[in-house]
């Protein structure tokens, strides 16, 4: 045995190859492991002479810096350090708060000792602890399958709650506080990849697949391509976002008046009855519409990009950006323009068709009135019809007038529901838009500077605020639907 490594210390000087070290005797099988971490010879150390300090700090020596990477580099190219790396460091957005928060023996010693404040003690008080905490049953078949049984279990919980298909919180209480949410389109993550290309590689998540919990996921490398990942092998290049687990619980609130949406009134080329694979076929028609229009987006995006990434390497270098590129840029500024247009018209009808062929899901239209805005609508209807008689006779005789405030109050109540709802559904806070540019749109023309002055604006600055807790900056804009 002592024979064989010093052959190998002499062939490969501290650095192996997984195929030499299985030439070694079976029995040695704690020998390869010494001999993997075996230091270099004494003679070949860096000695390290202590120096005095310098008003600048001395650079860091080259050769040892680059022999110190040249050996980390061979270390890597072994597939089981490769995979240990990996085991050890790698941990996807679902997988993070189960593997970093408490160990099951802090966990297991709070359910014990609730009444046990510091984690100072001695060994003897240690060792009693252990003793009435029971031996551990570790490195069991049964408590590999077991262990692996509960990761499972726990990251559908997970999956379910980034879905929103939980209506009851509290049976998922040995989860985390803090859950991940899912990743969207164009994050950019770094996935684990099987097959012919083991490894970790940077990439960018193109598609979500809910059902199968995975992400398409087109990889930067040339000639990786693109690939379908599962949710547990892709981490977020960028910092996760996490909710408190209490937050899910009170997005699921029960309708505030009917117990089906409402319904409307289709023209009839809505309710086309030439159907194909039980869909009809204008509903496939127009989602075919909206995949080619996504499409045409997805390649000006990339275009967009890589002309950001010119422009700012002309800047860096104090270069003049040319009268062609400024050209071709608005090109496909106004491109994106008329494209977004066409998409909202196209996304407006497919969901008057979600709505149709699944009303029960609460699918609604675009263009409908939202339940919040209606509810506030009537509200303040009732607010000011109240103030007003108080004192036994109409205060504000003009219809004008009192429909002006109780629009006016019922933006204050939209407000306040947006702002203590806590879900920021997106229609909602669009309706609050909606809302301003309809009373926009009734009052006189000499008042329009006034009413942008005191009330436009201070609005624009609540959905500012309203926005960051949530991803509506899309809808903080004015509808651009307008024929």
């Given at each position: 045995?002592?024979?064989?490594?010093?052959?190998?210390?002499?062939?490969?000087?501290?650095?192996?190859?997984?195929?030499?070290?299985?030439?070694l005797?079976?029995?040695?099988?704690?020998?390869?492991?010494?001999?993997?971490l075996?230091?270099?010879?004494?003679?070949?150390?860096?000695a390290?002479?202590?120096?005095?300090?310098?008003?600048?700090?001395?650079?860091?020596?080259?050769?040892?810096?680059?022999?110190?990477?040249?050996?980390?580099?061979?270390l890597?190219?072994?597939?089981?350090?490769?995979?240990?790396?990996?085991?050890?460091?790698?941990?996807?957005?679902?997988?993070?708060?189960?593997?970093?928060?408490?160990?099951d023996?802090?966990?297991?010693?709070?359910?014990?000792?609730?009444?046990?404040?510091?984690?100072?003690?001695?060994?003897?008080?240690?060792?009693?602890?252990?003793?009435?905490?029971?031996?551990?049953?570790?490195?069991?078949?049964?408590?590999?399958?077991?262990?692996?049984?509960?990761?499972?279990q726990?990251r559908?919980?997970?999956?379910?709650l980034?879905?929103r298909?939980?209506?009851?919180?509290?049976?998922?209480?040995d989860?985390?506080?803090?859950?991940?949410?899912?990743?969207?389109?164009?994050?950019?993550?770094?996935?684990r990849?099987?097959?012919?290309?083991?490894?970790?590689?940077?990439g960018?998540?193109?598609?979500?697949?809910?059902?199968?919990?995975?992400?398409?996921?087109?990889?930067d490398?040339?000639?990786?391509?693109?690939?379908t990942?599962?949710?547990?092998?892709?981490?977020?290049?960028?910092?996760?976002?996490?909710?408190?687990?209490?937050?899910?619980?009170?997005?699921?609130?029960?309708?505030?008046?009917?117990?089906?949406?409402p319904?409307?009134?289709?023209?009839?080329?809505?309710?086309?009855?030439?159907?194909?694979?039980?869909?009809?076929?204008?509903?496939?028609?127009?989602?075919?519409?909206?995949?080619k229009i996504?499409?045409?987006?997805?390649?000006?995006?990339?275009?967009?990009?890589?002309?950001?990434?010119?422009?700012?390497?002309?800047?860096?270098?104090?270069?003049?950006?040319?009268?062609?590129f400024?050209r071709?840029?608005?090109?496909?500024?106004?491109?994106?323009?008329?494209?977004?247009?066409?998409?909202?018209?196209?996304?407006?009808?497919?969901?008057?068709?979600?709505y149709?062929?699944?009303?029960?899901?609460?699918?609604?239209?675009a263009?409908?009135?939202?339940?919040?805005?209606?509810?506030?609508?009537?509200?303040?209807?009732?607010?000011?019809?109240?103030?007003?008689?108080?004192?036994?006779?109409p205060?504000?005789e003009?219809?004008?007038?009192?429909?002006?405030?109780?629009?006016?109050?019922?933006?204050?109540?939209?407000?306040k529901?947006?702002?203590?709802?806590?879900?920021?559904?997106?229609?909602?806070?669009?309706?609050?838009?909606?809302?301003l540019?309809?009373?926009?749109?009734?009052?006189?023309a000499?008042?329009?500077s006034?009413?942008?002055?005191?009330?436009?604006?201070h609005?624009?600055?609540?959905?500012?605020?309203?926005s960051?807790?949530?991803?509506?900056?899309?809808?903080?804009?004015?509808?651009?639907?307008?024929?």
């Open positions: 045995l002592h024979r064989s490594m010093t052959n190998c210390l002499k062939k490969r000087r501290g650095s192996f190859k997984m195929a030499e070290l299985d030439q005797p079976d029995e040695s099988s704690s020998a390869k492991a010494l001999v993997s075996k230091s270099p010879k004494r003679n070949q150390r860096v390290m002479i202590p120096q005095k300090f310098t008003a600048t700090m001395s650079t860091p020596d080259k050769k040892a810096s680059q022999k110190i990477g040249f050996r980390l580099r061979n890597l190219k072994l597939p089981k350090a490769h995979k240990w790396c990996i085991y050890e460091w790698f941990y996807s957005n679902i997988d993070k708060p189960l593997f970093e928060g408490d160990n023996f802090c966990v297991c010693l709070k359910e014990s000792f609730p009444n046990l404040k510091t984690r100072k003690l001695t060994r003897v008080e240690w060792g009693k602890i252990r003793r009435l905490m029971g031996k551990p049953r570790r490195c069991s078949s049964a408590f590999f399958e077991e262990e692996r049984s509960a990761l499972k726990k559908q919980k997970i999956r379910l980034q879905q298909k939980v209506a009851d919180v509290s049976q998922f209480k989860l985390p506080d803090e859950i991940p949410l899912p990743l969207v389109i164009g994050t950019k993550v770094t996935a990849l099987r097959g012919i290309h083991d490894g970790l590689f940077t960018q998540i193109d598609a979500v697949d809910t059902l199968n919990a995975t992400y398409r996921v087109t990889f490398r040339t000639g990786l391509g693109t690939h990942i599962p949710d547990y092998e892709v981490l977020s290049n960028e910092p996760h976002e996490t909710m408190p687990i209490a937050a899910f619980g009170q997005k699921q609130r029960p309708s505030r008046f009917f117990m089906t949406p319904r409307l009134h289709y023209t009839p080329p809505l309710q086309s009855p030439i159907t194909d694979g039980g869909f009809p076929v204008e509903f496939l028609i127009q989602v075919t519409k909206l995949s996504l499409m045409i987006k997805k390649e000006h995006i990339k275009k967009l990009r890589e002309m950001n990434t010119e422009a700012e390497k002309l800047k860096s270098y104090s270069m003049p950006i040319g009268i062609e400024q071709r840029y608005a090109t496909i500024v106004l491109e994106l323009e008329q494209l977004n247009k066409d998409l909202n018209k196209v996304l407006h009808k497919v969901q008057q068709y979600c149709e062929l699944a009303p029960d899901q609460g699918l609604q239209p263009d409908q009135p939202t339940d919040m805005r209606r509810r506030c609508e009537e509200e303040a209807q009732e607010i000011v019809r109240q103030a007003n008689s108080a004192s036994g006779q205060c504000v003009n219809e004008n007038l009192t429909d002006l405030i109780s629009r006016l109050t019922a933006i204050l109540l939209q407000i529901c947006l702002a203590e709802g806590g879900d920021l559904n997106s229609f909602e806070f669009k309706s609050l838009t909606d809302s540019n309809d009373i926009k749109n009734t009052i006189d000499s008042n329009i006034c009413f942008q002055n005191n009330v436009e604006i609005v624009a600055h609540i959905q500012s605020g309203l960051q807790m949530g991803n509506l900056h899309a809808f903080a804009a004015n509808n651009t639907n307008r024929d």
